[in-house]
């Protein structure tokens, strides 16, 4: 039932499908008491539009931590870059180098994330599989390629209301 409110589409179809539906009906039989019921299909299909707009999931939560790194990157702000880390994460190191050697122009998370919640761990999870581009340049001239396409691995922990990175790794897809 997450698919009602984690996109529009679902609701959008169906409120579409019943309003074509009833209108046909309406056409066919002249009776004018389709129309209260054509007005409550309506209502319902902005009701569940508005619904999906208001509440977020965990899901949700976790695209929009990873949309939000890829804007930081994107703009060169190291601090929220980092800020998205958890302080316990194996490769932190790794990344404030990354981070001081190269500039990037360009960061996106393809259309293929998926998202895997764990509430079982202690603190819970989510592990993510996406392809990930980064366009950018060597400060130093020794990575001879500015663009980087890759598939990612990326696991994250969720610290109060926040979910933070635990982990990263290049994604290996008979490892899922």
Wanted: hydrophobic fraction near 45%.
């Amino acid at each position: 039932m997450t698919w009602f409110i984690e996109s529009p589409w679902p609701a959008l179809a169906l409120g579409f499908s019943l309003q074509v539906i009833l209108a046909i009906a309406l056409v066919r039989t002249g009776r004018a008491a389709i129309i209260p019921v054509m007005v409550v299909t309506l209502a319902a299909t902005i009701g569940l539009l508005a619904l999906e707009r208001v509440v977020v999931t965990e899901r949700e939560e976790v695209e929009d931590a990873l949309d939000a790194v890829a804007e930081a990157l994107e703009s060169n702000d190291v601090p929220a870059v980092l800020a998205a880390f958890s302080p316990d994460c194996p490769r932190l190191g790794e990344v404030k180098s990354a981070l001081a050697r190269f500039t990037v122009r360009e960061a996106h998370i393809g259309g293929d994330l998926e998202v895997r919640i764990n509430r079982l761990t202690n603190p819970p999870s989510a592990a993510t599989y996406f392809t990930g581009r980064i366009d950018g340049k060597d400060a130093r001239g020794e990575f001879p390629y500015e663009h980087l396409i890759r598939k990612f691995k990326v696991t994250l922990h969720r610290r109060g209301d926040r979910w933070l990175i635990a982990d990263y790794s290049d994604a290996d897809s008979r490892a899922r």
